[in-house]
Structures are given as C-alpha cells and as structure tokens.
C-alpha cells in the first residue's frame, strides 16, 4: 500500500478547472518530484493533498484513510507537514519562537526540545540565529526556517513547494543536500520543484505536469535522459 494515494482529483478555481483528473501515489521513504512550468497545477495539488482546497471530484489517501474532507490542521497531527511557496515563516517572531509553532500538535515537552537540537543540528544558522526576528534573515535563512518547522511537527510525510525559489546557487545545493538527509532519515518527501534538473538528481521518481494533467511519469533518472524532458525543462 502506498504511504498518499492521489485519486483522479479534479479541482476549480471558479468556473476554471486546474487539476484535470490526476492519480499517483508515493511510497513511504520515497522522494518523488513534480514538475512542470508554472501553472501546471503543481502548487494547487500540494494544496488539495493538505486540505487547503477541495477537490470537486477524487480522492486523497493517506496511510489507507480517505482524508479528501479533513481539515488542514487536524492532517498535520496526522503526520504530513507542508513547507509552502514563498517560505511563509512569521516574521514577528523569533526564529526559536517560529519552530515552536511547529510543533503545536505535540504535547511532549521534553521530545518538543529533542527535536528542536536535531534541527539545530540539521541547521547550523538557525540556532546561531534562534533570538532573531524571521522577517529579519536572509532567504535561504527563511527557507531553512520553513523546513525545520515542518521537521518540528515530526512528519512521516513532508510536502515541500518550490524550495529553492529566489536562492543563490550555492544555497540551492545547501537545501536540496538536506532534503537528501531528510528523506535519508526515514521521512518520505513529495517535492515541487521549478528547478527540475535538481529535483530530478534526487528524486526516485517523478510525475511531469502539463496545464493540471499528468503526462509523463517514471523513473527519474530515466526522465533525465528523456529527450522531451531535456528539451522542456531542463534547458538542453
């Protein structure tokens, strides 16, 4: 059984329909990518899959339970975490104050301060930074922030959107290296990414979008060398 199950989700702005009947599944310890060119639907989905928009028509199952109709915070108790577009980190609080918000849907102090240490860990900046405001870091700092939030809800599943949007190259490479060691400690990740070269260098497999349907899928090092794929996303 697959850890998230997309069952053709048809989903409208209005009158416009973005997602056209979509299905795929991610593994528990997989990284899979979607990608496409902007307005594919890639960030409508991540939206629809944390219940943040509903489906006018489909499914979404999570570990086997239909959670289409459960609303967005009561799915993060439930193991999935989300790391939006545009990093959406609360900029009046502290960076300290901000991972403690992560972890909202957790009640055990003392596991609470265990893991805010691995993302220390895992995020050298943010502890030398843990007193600062987060409206006051950097980009790259922000989206380290965003990512160790997510980390703080302790998911089985971590939905990231567009990660390296804005990023210098140097910290593109910073992030997508911890997404690798997330994933390589036990965390199953769904990635969005415009940035497909990379996305595919990491992922195990991936889905291409085109205008809300699904039109190509396999394994991501074979849709690297996939001539269409070259031509379309990755600039060859």
């Keep these: 059984m697959a850890m998230l199950e997309i069952k053709d989700i048809e989903v409208y702005y209005g009158m ?7 299905s795929f599944e991610v593994k528990e310890g997989e990284v899979i990518a979607l990608i496409g060119a902007n307005g594919a639907g890639k960030t409508t989905i991540l939206h629809t899959i944390t219940g943040l928009l ?34 959406r980190v609360f900029a009046d609080l502290t960076v300290y104050e901000n991972l403690k918000m992560g972890a909202y849907t957790r ?6 301060d265990e893991t805010i240490a691995m993302v220390y860990k895992r995020f050298p900046r943010l502890e030398e930074r843990k007193i600062q405001l987060a409206g006051t870091l950097s980009g790259g700092e922000q989206q380290m922030l965003a990512m160790g ?24 490479n910073q992030i997508f290296d911890i997404i690798e060691e997330v994933s390589k400690s036990g965390t199953t990740v769904l ?4 940035n497909a070269k990379k996305a595919l260098s990491i992922a195990d497999r991936a889905y291409v979008l085109e205008t809300g349907k699904i039109v190509l899928e396999g394994d991501a ?15 060859e």
């Excluded at 416009?16 to 979509?22: C, M, R, S, V």
């Excluded at 009640?107 to 609470?112: G, R, S």
């Design 54 to 87: 509903s489906p006018k028509r489909g499914s979404v199952l999570f570990e086997g339970q239909d959670i289409t109709k459960i609303p967005a915070h009561k799915i993060v108790s439930l193991g999935m975490a989300h790391v939006p577009e545009g990093r």
């Design 191 to 194: 990635l969005v990414e415009q």
């Design 107 to 112: 009640k055990d102090k003392a596991e609470i």
């Design 221 to 235: 090092k074979a849709l690297m060398d996939d001539d269409s794929i070259k031509k379309a996303y990755l600039g």
């Design 16 to 22: 416009i329909q973005a997602i056209k009947g979509i």
């Design 149 to 172: 939030r997510a980390l703080m809800s302790h998911p089985k599943i971590i939905l990231m959107d567009e990660p390296s949007m804005g990023l210098s190259p140097i910290l593109v």
